[in-house]
């Protein structure tokens, strides 16, 4: 336990010093955050509900962060290049998000085009039960996102940094609650990139 423990917080650590630089971007995370926050507590009375919270307004905002706000140039904190950054990201990178990000933004069309999904739901009868419909394929698309890179993880990887990851992304909404909430208070100072202490660069 204390070497999965362990994993997790090297895993965490990366993922704030290699990817959120960006004080928009970390204020975009705590948004992004409370959101999933809700979600959650949504997920087990309504997870259509849970599911479009969580796909609307807590990974566009998320997402939004890291491909527009995000610095993509040479990261001198950690001596690292963009490229490089990319290459070792455990999770989803920008070309993974970019793929995920696809198959979220063609759902509604796929349910417009075939009400079914191929007979796997009910056709829509009006626009709330469309909605509805939308809700329950990107539920099962997050919850299979997740899924297929645990798993991935544990071929390329080993299963341990797949379950670590998975664990990670579970509870990140509450860990960035904790880490970014003073990210807005920062950007009304003016500052847009976090300095980060001699202390954190190590």
């Known amino acids: 336990m204390k070497e999965f423990l362990r994993a997790l917080e090297v895993q ?7 990817y959120h630089h960006s004080r928009i971007n970390q204020s975009l995370h ?26 609307l307004v807590a990974m566009t905002s998320r997402q939004m962060g890291h491909f527009f706000f995000e610095p993509k140039g040479y ?14 990201k455990v999770g989803y990178n920008l070309r ?37 419909n939308v809700g329950l394929v990107w539920l099962a698309l997050g ?5 297929f890179r645990t798993v991935h993880l544990f071929f390329i990887k080993d299963v341990q940094t797949g379950l670590v990851w998975m ?5 990140d909404p ?16 003016g500052e847009l990139i976090d300095p980060m202490s001699p202390a954190e660069r190590h």
Request: net charge neutral; glycine share 4%.
């Open 143 to 147: 919850i299979g996102g997740l899924i």
């Open 167 to 171: 664990t990670k992304i579970l509870t």
């Open 12 to 18: 965490r650590w990366d993922d704030h010093r290699y």
């Open 174 to 189: 509450f860990h960035d609650v904790k880490l970014y909430h003073k990210a807005p208070l920062c950007l009304l100072r």
């Open 30 to 55: 705590f948004v992004s955050a409370l959101s999933f926050l809700c979600a959650y507590a949504l997920m087990f009375k309504d997870p259509v509900w849970s599911a479009l919270i969580g796909w």
């Open 96 to 132: 993974r998000k970019i793929v995920l990000l696809t198959f979220w933004a063609a759902a509604p069309l796929a349910l417009y085009l075939d009400p079914t999904l191929f007979g796997l739901l009910e056709a829509h009868g009006d626009t709330s039960s469309f909605v509805h």
């Open 75 to 88: 990261d001198v904190v950690n001596q690292a290049t963009h490229e490089h950054k990319e290459a070792i």
